[in-house]
């Protein structure tokens, strides 16, 4: 073997091998490495996103920081989450809207504001937040589902019969479509902190090639929530419906949620949690992470509630024929023996 192959050959072995020692000792190390450190974290075995942890919803986690009487709002990503919470809160507080930032007032138990932000110190965190909030049972945020490889105990609403799981779901191609600004509106300083991560995107197929890959995100999370939606403590909804539908849907979620619903609250509820009026108050919907002391966007003001975002049209702006062959091939591979579900996620309509 020639010398530089074997010179090569041996900086590849030990570049690998201090990777896994890094791996073993100190693995967010790896996310200290500007705009690509999420990668050998990643090809470590990190979690993907990084910033996701489901160990809050183990058996030996999730009685720790949920009760019975909570509410957890587990939606598909890009489904309208900060508007169906906007709902919840109003519906549970009687139309309280004096808050600074809406996602102070709900728990997030999968959210890591920055890689040391362990299991222990957000249990505390929300358990503070519970007391402060002082609305009894609380509202939780989470994308994830009860089923699939993960098998979230704390999100299987048989076990937990005093538990409300109200969920949504969306047109995946409008996922798809709305998921591309989203993720290059991420800060660079919050992208920082998790290594680069989420990378910027820069052509409609890469967003859609992500959104595959992570099939947790829609597909899983479509399925394994259809799978539970008879249970008496599942609400399962559509953005399509609820934008076709507002004043219906709230009616639907108060009956839910047990909520005494007056005509004064209802109009609160309609008004506040109309697209216009959460997008001309964006700043109540930032999120923060980071390190204590020093607070970051997350994504930019304005962006959680994008002006002209919410359409229910199928994006058929957005995918090319290419892209269109590809979005069918997933739904086949994922949902193409229950196809009731690809009737219902893809075209909206009552639950059935």
């Not at 090569?8 to 020692?21: E, L, Y």
Request: hydrophobic letters at 40%; glycine letters at 8%.
């Amino acid at each position: 073997m020639p010398a530089r192959m074997v010179l090569v050959s041996t900086a590849v072995a030990m570049v690998a091998a201090m990777m896994g020692c890094v791996a073993l000792a100190k693995p967010e190390l790896f996310l200290r490495i500007p705009e690509v450190g999420f990668i050998p974290w990643a090809l470590t075995g990190g979690r993907m996103p990084p910033f996701f942890d489901a160990t809050s919803f183990d058996p030996t986690n999730f009685h720790r920081w949920a009760q019975d009487g909570d509410v957890i709002v587990a939606s598909a990503i890009k489904s309208g989450t900060m508007m169906l919470h906007q709902m919840v809160y109003l519906l549970r507080s009687g139309g309280h809207y004096d808050f600074e930032r809406l996602t102070d007032e709900i728990g997030n138990m999968q959210l890591m504001k920055y890689p040391e932000h362990l299991l222990e110190k957000r249990i505390t965190e929300q358990n503070a937040r519970r007391a402060r909030v002082g609305l009894g049972n609380q509202q939780w945020l989470t994308h994830m589902a009860p089923g699939g490889k993960k098998n979230l105990y704390g999100l299987d609403p048989k076990k937990h019969p005093g538990i409300k799981y109200l969920c949504i779901t969306r047109n995946g191609k409008e996922v798809v479509r709305s998921y591309f600004p989203f993720l290059n509106a991420y800060s660079k300083e919050g992208r920082d902190v998790w290594g680069g991560f989420p990378p910027p995107v820069k052509l409609p197929e890469d967003v859609l090639n992500l959104v595959l890959h992570h099939a947790e995100f829609y597909f899983e999370h479509g399925e394994q929530w259809w799978d539970v939606r008879n249970a008496p403590n599942v609400l399962l909804l559509h953005f399509t419906d609820v934008l076709s539908d507002k004043k219906g849907t709230i009616e639907k979620i108060a009956e839910f949620l047990g909520i005494e619903l007056t005509e004064e609250l209802a109009a609160v509820v309609l008004e506040k949690s109309s697209h216009e009026f959460m997008q001309q108050n964006s700043k109540k919907y930032v999120q923060y992470i980071g390190y204590p002391g020093k607070e970051i966007v997350r994504v930019k003001e304005g962006k959680h509630i994008r002006k002209g975002g919410g359409k229910s049209d199928g994006a058929k702006d957005f995918f090319t024929p290419d892209m269109d062959a590809k979005w069918d091939a997933a739904v086949n591979k994922y949902w193409g023996h229950k196809p009731e579900l690809i009737e219902w996620a893809l075209k909206s309509g009552e639950v059935k």
